[in-house]
């Protein structure tokens, strides 16, 4: 069956960065567009950045204004997001998903704080 399973989330201080990564089994990876999004207790899940199949197309939210990047391996069935300068609103529980798909993995949770 389809799994998506999320790690490197962690705690960081302001400014610092992380890399998550999603490994994607049961389903044709190369053949996927990919996406991360995001969710705050009380809030909606919200898309962070989506990539497209073998990776030619990225599209970010405004928020990421330049600080993340998406990114994946094909030949490793794996999902990035490489995040930079963190702000505490960036503070959420991150999930892959495969698009066009319900197709979503636990998440990893990333806190910003000092």
């Known amino acids: 069956q389809v799994q998506l399973v999320e790690s490197g989330g962690g705690l960081v201080q302001p400014g610092g960065s992380l890399t998550l990564s999603c490994v994607a089994s049961?389903?044709?990876?190369?053949?996927?567009?990919m996406s991360w999004y995001r969710q705050v207790p009380g809030k909606e899940r919200e898309l962070v950045a989506q990539?497209?199949?073998?990776?030619?197309?990225?599209d970010y939210a405004d928020f990421v204004n330049g600080r993340f990047r998406i990114a994946r391996n094909n030949g490793l069935n794996t999902l990035y997001l490489e995040m930079n300068n963190l702000k505490p609103e960036d503070t959420a529980v991150y999930f892959c998903?495969?698009?066009?798909?319900?197709?979503w993995g636990r998440g990893t949770q990333v806190t910003v704080s000092s």
């Open positions: 998903k495969r698009n066009q798909y319900q197709n």
């Open positions: 049961g389903f044709p990876f190369r053949e996927s567009g």
């Open positions: 990539i497209s199949n073998l990776g030619m197309s990225t």
